[in-house]
């Protein structure tokens, strides 16, 4: 905020924005934004939310505004129809090209470490147990079984999470570049590698669809594995796709 109004631009901060993130209205006030109400963005040149607009809002917007938001644009082909037919220009930060100069405005990356930490966290709390090894004067308690499924930013931070709270941990992608980083964070790999698994990444670092016969295969040996685990994290993801 005390950027962009060093730069000269007049900003207009909705009252109670950052109130989630712990931000109140008052230190945005004190490095020059005005606090306003949402229904400020139809004066707007630029608008920047966390998520894309709904049909209500951007009706509002002025037309050729630009709009900065996590756009979400698959299966919600009447939101981007909507901002289209207001004329906007929407920029969508989840498409940011994952380049080393773009890496500070990445926001699956930011988010999904965030998630996949949490995700941990909540399941230590449904699991209601302890997660490592308990040497009790009533007995013992072994450690809790997780495994991970898909082993991106999300899979990473959850994989670093369990370990660090004492679980026995397994993971699975269909990437093998990732089966090293799963043994670096001291977890165990688990997948079918056979000659579709060594070419199933895409040239951005994405999982690609794999066929159904190592569908089917996959699902035999997770099948197996999961019935002895605790605590089951799925953060696989493939762009516009189920995965």
Do not use: C, W
């Not at 966390?50 to 939101?79: F, I, Q």
């Not at 289209?84 to 890496?103: D, H, L, N, W, Y």
């Not at 698994?197 to 295969?217: I, R």
């Amino acid at each position: 905020m005390k950027r962009l109004v060093g730069l000269g631009f007049e900003v207009v901060v909705e009252t109670g924005a950052g109130t989630l993130s712990r931000i109140p209205d008052a230190d945005y006030a004190a490095v020059g934004a005005v606090i306003g109400k949402a229904g400020d963005a139809a004066k707007a040149d630029v608008v920047l939310k966390v998520r894309r607009p709904s049909e209500a809002e951007v009706k509002g917007y002025k037309p050729g505004a630009a709009v900065l938001a996590t756009m979400d644009p698959y299966g919600n082909e009447a939101g981007v129809a909507a901002m289209a037919k207001a004329g906007v220009t929407a920029f969508a930060m989840e498409f940011m090209p994952r380049i080393t100069r773009a890496q500070v405005m990445d926001v699956l990356s930011s988010q999904a470490n965030l998630a996949g930490y949490q995700a941990v966290i909540d399941g230590a709390a449904e699991y209601d147990r302890a997660l490592p090894m308990m040497m009790t004067a009533a007995g013992t308690v072994p450690a809790a079984k997780v495994f991970i499924m898909g082993v991106g930013v999300a899979g990473l931070q959850a994989i670093a999470t369990a370990r660090r709270m004492g679980a026995i941990v397994t993971a699975t992608d269909v990437r093998p570049a990732v089966k090293e980083q799963v043994a670096s964070l001291g977890a165990k790999f688990l997948a079918v590698e056979d000659e579709e698994f060594k070419a199933a990444e895409t040239a951005g670092g994405y999982a690609k669809e794999m066929s159904k016969e190592y569908q089917a295969k996959q699902a035999a040996l997770t099948a197996e594995h999961i019935a002895k685990q605790d605590i089951v994290i799925t953060t696989a993801l493939i762009p516009g796709r189920p995965a």
